[in-house]
């Protein structure tokens, strides 16, 4: 029984590092939605003939400028987009690493519910691994839910309150709150904490 | 590899008999000469224009710093000062130390343009250097070529045959210019801005002069460094021709520009709107196949 646990919690940590480079992709989220933002913020004043001065001078200035900055927004959202990918990766190769484990430990001889949940020592019952395992990974999903359609609502179109809301839903990441990550892990490796 | 063995594009024959300014020999000896010019030359556009495009990067990281400066100046007198209010003068000594920071801004702007100017006269020289005439040196067997056109009868081109492969003179010449074109154009843009710019930072000061129009001459020698790139004819530097002209001085002295309108000159200066840089990426590619070397 205690050599399932180790086998589990292997996976786990090897998923960890998986989750790791979430936040790392969310700097980079970030940076490109500022990016994104400030074009944005930007676009009504470049809309309105009387912000250009004497630059009213060159032909079809207005025009062309919005022109350009909607090429540079574009080119940010397909970033953004990638950036997305790559978050849906994580949480693709978390939930095979989810359905693998329960695999290996259905795959061994069958345990009984008991065995599920029987405590070595201050190891993790296998059950409570799998119940953490599990919801690490449902956290993630639904992160990357909640970013894709934050994202979706982030248009040319929209107004400043608005991307304000949005980028303190990318920097909260509500699904994934640290502290509850941070105890399921520590039930999961409960051993190694002392 | 520089011999005309290896790019045999015209048979010496052929080009014998033809009534070619150059004939096969002197083309032969031609080719060399033209080809190592024209390495040359197209190194220097792409060197110009990657300083080109640093020079605007730096001017844009000091035309938003004077844009703040200038707007903390104008936001002072309303500006919280917390417990600092008390102190005697306070606004008076931050509003002088704000203005000494937007005259070093607009002075690096300036430097920046001016940087900008000179890259461009080296495009523009390079784009103008791309035939080689033949040397006329009555006492010395060995022909010579040189960049200066000695004989009216020499147009510098090889009578018009390839350089490398299949690229003539003429041709490298029109994709040079269709480079510095774009050069030009976000040039007198960039100075339209630059007029603004330095604008702003003079109406905080004390001269009498409160703003600055297209025919100023914004540094000392930068009229005769556009009119040795062609840039301006005779004394006066006129506005490009399809600007219309009212509404550059449109402009009335002494109003300050809104923040948005700031907003508008600090994107169009980063846009370099003029600047393809597809199609810039595509001539020196096709460029660098052409004469088999990488320029940059």
Sequence with gaps: MEAVVRKVQQRVRKAREEMDQWDDLNTRLLSQFSNAAAVISRLQALGEDKNYGPLRAVPNIRVDLIGNQMEVLELIFVKIRETLEKFNDVVKALNKALRDTKQMVRGGSALTAKQMQLQVGILPSIAECLDGFQTLCEMHHDEFTLKS???????????????????????????????EVQSIFDIIFADEIC | METSAATPTRPPHQAATSPSPSPSSSLRLWRPAAQRNMRNQWSHLSAAKEQWLAAVADGRAHASALVNVHLSCRNMPTMDLGVLKDMPGIRDKANSKLALREEQYSGMLLSAYKEMVRQLSYLVEASHSMRRFSKAAPNCPI????????????????????????????????????????????????????????????????????????????????????????????????????????????QRPGNLPLHEVLQVYLTTWHANMNINRSRIDEIFELVEEEMKIKLS
């Design chain 1, 149 to 179: 359609s934050a994202i979706s609502l982030l248009t040319w179109k929209t107004c400043s309150s608005d991307i304000a809301v949005l980028r303190q839903l990318l920097v909260d990441q509500p699904n994934i709150p640290k502290d």
């Design chain 2, 143 to 250: 022909t010579q070529f040189s960049d200066r056109q000695d004989n009216l009868n020499d147009s510098g081109d090889g009578g018009g045959a390839p350089v490398f492969k299949w690229f003539s003179v003429l041709e490298f010449e029109s994709l040079a210019q269709e480079l510095v074109q774009m050069f030009v154009s976000e040039q007198k843009l960039k100075r339209l801005l630059l007029l603004e710019f330095l604008s702003i930072a003079l109406k905080e000061g004390v001269e009498l002069q409160t703003s600055l129009n297209w025919g100023d001459e914004l540094y000392d020698g930068e009229s005769n460094k556009l009119q040795s790139i062609g840039l301006q004819s005779g004394d006066a530097y006129s506005p490009p021709e399809n600007w219309c002209a009212e509404r550059l001085g449109s």
